[in-house]
């Protein structure tokens, strides 16, 4: 809650704002019940109109400024709690852009959308309140107990045994509230995942007919959580009872007592009213406990999942140690000893790996599926980081990169080309926001895209779906590739992207590509799209055991070479008929 309270300096004006005007508020909530008092004994009692209308009158004004109090209070306080949801917001999503891949694996996609959505908006809900109940409730409490006091000891003991009893109930039930509603979150986050996962793959859930299986899934996940949020809403609807209960059990001792002070002339029946007034008033605000209790259960539960994004330590701060200025990149790669985990996983996903690539040059990477190819070009722009030894480019160890500047030299086409919602143009340039239309046209004929492009009706401007879902793979790879081209990188990573291409696609791709002035890696799972490379690494098991070109290996590795008559026999009966 430290660092969510620390949002709340920005708004500081606005917050001394609320809480004035929540104190006025509360002195005119106070003061009620003492001329109420005078109204009945001074004015009732003894028939004066004039008293009457005098007290009246004052009630009914310091009515009206409590009235206007409260709203304007309430203007102040939704400020203060929107504008620190904003900024939540904002650093939430600014921080998880600067997260590593291995900081990214620890929570779940839908895990960070449910803490940017719903935990945020949980912390606003409990700042509002804050602002506006939660201290105001408390005070009363106290200082109506206090004032109780002073207008008769006796009567006002009752409150003195009964509110410590009920707050200790209360203080109880926020304890375990709190637990309750954390795990209430993290269903949520397992609601949310199911539901992204279906969106997803819509098409492939039809296709296989799987709609009543995830339909089961759903219903699955989505009673856990109501399950969680009952047993946590019971706990929470159980304070209202017991505080209406040991409230009304204090009015009705000090309505008993009171008939005995009254007779023996001791008591006013302007304090009795006084008194029961405040009773009444006591027993709203700790009434009011049982909202505010689930409120703040709630409020506590999403902060501390919202804090442990914020504090999770970055791997981007590296950024700020390397040299800022702009430098000549040549493109030579040098892998020393490398050894890589994943985090979580004890086997090592590549070790050992040594090889050099010079620049310019067109490099393949081969290996069976799990052989560690994509995790090897990953390191390169340090999405992840190395377990052990080191990544050398240009003569110079990544480490010793400013990794924005890193970044900015190396195009990257993932396995899984993906699209973002917008025009085919933007989705070209958001691998260099500042490329002209004729860079991007230019990117785009590389990929071999830009034909299919002027066949669509708006052509450049036309809207590409999310995750490209009105495009083929073929397509989406290509304009993947595209949007690695037009950045003009130095080192063109691509990570087994271009297989939904036809063969002569490929390889027209794979021919332009060559006359890049930059140097490439291919992982592929064919040979035909790395015979031609200068010089193939074959991978196994996340070891290097053989490099060369096609032709070396052909006739000196037994491995490569019957990978490649299998491959060879497949495309025969592929398209031999």
Known sequence: MKKIFGYLLTYKRSMWIALFLMAVELVVELVQPLIMAAIIDEGVMTRDLGVVIKWGSLLLGLSLIAFIAGIVSSFFASGVSQGVGYDLRGDLYKKVQQFSTSHIQRFSTSSLITRMTIDVTQVQAFIFMGLRIMLRAPLFIMIGIVMALMIHARLASVFVIAVPVLIILMLYIVSRGVKYFKRVQEKLDTVNSVIQENLIGMRLVKAYNRGSHEDKRFGKVNKSLMEQNVKALRLMELATPIIIFGMNFSIVLILWFGSFELNAGTAQPGEIVAILNYGTRIM??????????????????????????LVEQEDEELMEQGNRNPQLVKGEVSFQNVTFHYPSYESPALQNVTFSINEGETVGILGETGSGKSSLIQLIPRLFE????????????????????????????????????????????????????????????????HDFIMTLPEQYE????????????????????????????????????????????????LETLK????????????????????????????????????????????????????????EVLEYGD
């Open 284 to 309: 709203g605000a700790i009434g009011m406990f049982g909202f505010l209790i689930m409120n703040f259960s709630r409020g506590k539960a999403s902060a501390t999942r919202i804090s442990n994004v």
């Open 386 to 449: 190395v377990s052990s030894g080191e990544i050398l480019i240009d003569q110079k160890d990544v480490y010793d990169w400013d990794v924005a500047q890193l970044r900015r030299v190396v195009g990257l086409v993932p396995q899984e080309a993906h699209l973002f919602t917008g025009t085919i143009r933007e989705n070209i340039k958001w691998g260099n926001e500042e490329a002209s239309l004729e860079e991007v046209m230019e990117a785009a004929k590389s990929a071999n895209i």
């Open 462 to 509: 036309t809207l590409v779906g999310q995750r490209g879902v009105n495009l083929s793979g073929g397509q989406k790879q290509r304009l993947s590739l595209a949007r690695a081209l037009v950045r003009d990188p130095k080192i063109l990573l691509l990570d087994d992207s271009t297989s939904a291409l036809d063969a002569h696609t490929e390889a027209e791709i």
């Open 515 to 570: 006359k890049k002035a930059c140097t490439t890696i291919i992982v592929a799972q064919k040979i035909s799209s790395v015979k031609e490379a200068d010089k193939i690494l074959l991978l196994s098991d996340g070891q290097l055991v053989a490099s060369g070109s096609h032709d070396q290996l052909y006739k000196t590795n037994p491995y490569y070479r019957d990978i490649y008559k299998s491959q060879i026999q497949e």
